[in-house]
Nanobody, 123 residues
Framework: QVQLQESGGGSVQSGGSLRLSCAAS????????MGWFRQAPGKERGGVVA???????SYADSVMGRFTISQDKAKNTLYLQMNSLKPEDTAMYYC?????????????????WGPGTQVTVSS
């Protein structure tokens, strides 16, 4: 059974940094494309960054140059390093795995989801 568990969320001031983790179990992380998504209150869930099984990445314009996706295959964990955080980055962040097409930020294309971790950025 595939399971994803995010961690690392919290509250930071504008300009600060956080690193999110997504621990995967039940499969080998690098076997599937994966992505980070976020959802702010009252808004739809949207894509932040995706990574394919060959290491190719696709970033949303809003986070380009500030966020970096990486993975530790030995730990079967996906990471999202978030720098220069802004109040508009405040949201619940989710990791997802096993997308049916590439690249995609279409949430319906991802088969597995974690429960999410909250990120709050204050001004």
């Amino acid at each position: 059974q595939v399971q994803l568990q995010e961690s690392g969320g919290g509250s930071v001031q504008s300009g600060g940094s956080l690193r999110l983790s997504c621990a995967a179990s039940g499969y080998t992380l690098s076997s599937y494309c994966m992505g980070w998504f976020r959802q702010a209150p009252g808004k739809e869930r949207g894509g932040v960054v995706a990574i394919d099984d060959d290491g190719s990445t696709s970033y949303a314009d809003s986070v380009m140059g500030r966020f970096t996706i990486s993975q530790d295959k030995a730990k079967n964990t996906l990471y999202l390093q978030m720098n220069s955080l802004k109040p508009e980055d405040t949201a619940m962040y989710y990791c997802a795995a096993d997308c049916r097409s590439w690249p995609t930020f279409d949430t319906t294309e991802y088969k597995y989801w974690g429960p999410g971790t909250q990120v709050t950025v204050s001004s």
